[in-house]
């Protein structure tokens, strides 16, 4: 065999970001020095903590801009169905309330994650993921952010922490290319990823089998389907062929559903560099339109767009990673030169996208459901109505989730009658943020129904949880449960918690287990509360009729 010419290509070669508008935060802490015939940059940590707490603010609040109009288009398309016009709106509404600054855009506001690229010429004398950490802290602490990071004190038994760290915080080199005559830079990704959207990460060990139109057409049509809608779609969705690990392959999912990697080339060489398919990205959006599923509760909106990365593989392994950005769409980019620390502009007046529109243009007919009737009564409304029926819920609910329902749970098999909260008003399955001063309620969204559905068939036989409100679809377990027990599952739209705090939440008093904090049980009252039938007393299943692949299908 000819000897080969070494040849170095970076994995991941991204083009110069000449498409990023950012901001100055700040011109302090930061300063071109000189020795050995070289300029470096010289970093304080208190820059890095300054920029880690404003980019933490930024993000919880505040929307890329592309990111609006895409939910704008929602709201133009005649093509869209008139849920997914009413998701789109709400989802602006909610963006509009949460850059008020008061608000989060969602109440999960997720695990902190900072990813850092850092030239050999910066100078920082510090614990790098300390300042940044700090600044994290400082967020958290000051907004009205929730706290989700649980620090297991031994392997069973885990505590919050009160404080939302630690955060994941991965830091890299990277070739300082512009010469020793050139100040070196400092280059961030800050994200907050909320469990939601975390727990639709997959990763697939799959063959070179997959590497085939119609296999890889099939393949996918299965999957996509079964990300169901817990995340809150519309998705920005990632998918990535290939990679020299699986857990590289997943990096680069997550990456790209940030559209981080956008600046990938177009096309693949004998070297091995990563590529993005722009074809074939069109033709996956394609296929998700062709669903049904739509932005929550059908219509053709169950992704804004697509991004399909190929990554050079070991020939025994064939990975592939699927990972979406949800409603809380919440990144930024951010960089430190010599000219001073600069976070990604995000959109400050998402106002501008709203359409002068009525409500009678978003949606199909609306019917009010009173709470503050008997639990019969209420069953016997909806009884009458198919699903995918748009609700406008007034009167009291409960509110309670994971641990909540465990340890009703427990006192349900240690012969204890089920709380005759759960039998009288319906249960709402989320957690609040903080509530700042003047606020009924901090956001308030829904929070993944699924994690819930174990507990389903017991509540009910035991006359609760005839009237569930939360997220995403459910299991064949909870729509058998409703069927024999008289049952419904009512969706909330996933997204909008800082609409829902400032409208629709009027009054949060907590039954029981105060010392849960956000997980104990509520009671709140609510006034025209959006929500849909998913599954009815009958066994019918809006997300059943979604859920079959297409046998016969191929791409390009």
């Known amino acids: 065999m000819a000897p080969t010419t070494f040849q170095h ?101 997720g695990t902190a994650i900072v990813i850092g690229k850092r030239g050999e010429g910066v100078l920082t004398g510090a614990d790098d993921e300390r300042a940044l950490s700090r600044g994290i802290f400082d967020a958290y602490q000051e907004l009205n952010l929730r706290y989700s990071q649980m620090a297991p004190v031994n392997f069973w038994d885990e505590r919050n922490t009160g404080t939302n760290l630690p955060a994941q915080i991965e830091l890299y080199h990277k070739d300082d290319t512009a010469g020793q005559s050139e100040v070196p830079s400092y280059e961030f990704l800050f994200m907050a990823k909320g469990g939601g959207s975390a727990n639709k990460t997959f990763l697939y060990q799959e063959t070179k089998a997959v590497l085939n139109p119609k296999r890889l057409a099939r393949f996918l049509d299965e999957k996509l389907r079964s990300l169901g809608t817990a995340a809150c779609p519309p998705y920005h969705l990632a998918i990535v062929v290939g990679g020299t690990s699986a857990e590289f392959n997943l990096k680069v999912a997550k990456l790209a559903s940030a559209r981080y990697l956008d600046d990938l080339p177009t096309e693949g060489s004998e070297l091995g560099h990563g590529f993005r398919d722009v074809d074939l990205e069109q033709q996956v959006l394609e296929m998700t339109r062709q669903f049904g599923i739509g932005a929550q509760f059908g219509g053709k909106y169950f992704c804004h767009d697509v991004r399909v990365i190929r990554l050079p593989r070991h020939g025994a392994s064939c990975p592939v990673g699927v990972a979406v950005s949800c409603s809380a769409d919440r990144q930024a980019k951010a960089k430190i030169t010599a000219d001073g620390v600069f976070l990604e502009q995000l959109e400050r007046d998402p106002a501008r996208f709203l359409p002068d529109v009525t409500e009678d243009d978003l949606s199909d007919e609306v019917v009010t459901v009173d709470l503050n009737r008997p639990m019969a009564e209420i069953r016997a409304q909806l009884s009458q109505l198919p699903v995918k029926t748009r609700l406008s819920l007034t009167g009291p609910l409960v509110v309670a989730r994971d641990i909540a329902h465990a340890k009703i749970a427990e006192r349900l ?50 006359g609760g949880s005839l009237v569930m409100l939360a997220k995403g679809n459910r299991s064949k377990k909870v729509t058998a449960a409703c069927a024999e027990h008289g049952g419904f599952y009512l969706g909330s739209i996933g997204g909008p918690a800082a609409r829902l705090a400032q409208d629709c939440i009027k009054k949060v008093d907590v039954l029981e287990y105060a010392e849960l904090g956000m997980e104990a049980v509520w009671k709140i009252e609510v006034e025209d509360f959006p929500a849909f039938i998913v599954i009815d007393d009958k066994g019918n299943d809006f997300f059943e009729a979604t859920s079959e692949p297409v046998l016969q299908i191929s791409f390009r």
């Open 9 to 109: 290509t970076e994995v991941l070669p991204l083009a110069k970001d000449t498409h990023t508008e950012y901001r100055l935060i700040s011109t302090e802490g930061v300063e071109v020095v000189e020795a050995a015939g070289r300029k470096f940059l010289k970093v304080e940590p208190e820059a890095l903590t300054e920029l880690a707490k404003v980019a933490i603010t930024d993000i919880q609040h505040l929307l890329r801009s592309s990111h609006l109009a895409q939910l704008r288009a929602i709201v133009d398309d005649p093509e869209a169905s008139g849920n997914d016009r009413f998701v789109a709106m709400d989802l602006l509404r909610n963006a509009a309330i949460s850059a008020g600054g008061v608000l989060p855009m969602c109440q999960d506001t």
């Open 413 to 462: 098999d240690a012969g204890e009658e089920m709380p005759q909260y759960l039998r009288d008003h319906p249960v709402y399955y989320a957690g609040p943020a903080k509530t700042p001063e003047g606020y009924a309620s901090g956001s308030f969204g829904p929070t993944t129904a699924g994690r819930m559905d174990s507990y389903v068939e017991q509540f009910q036989a035991a």
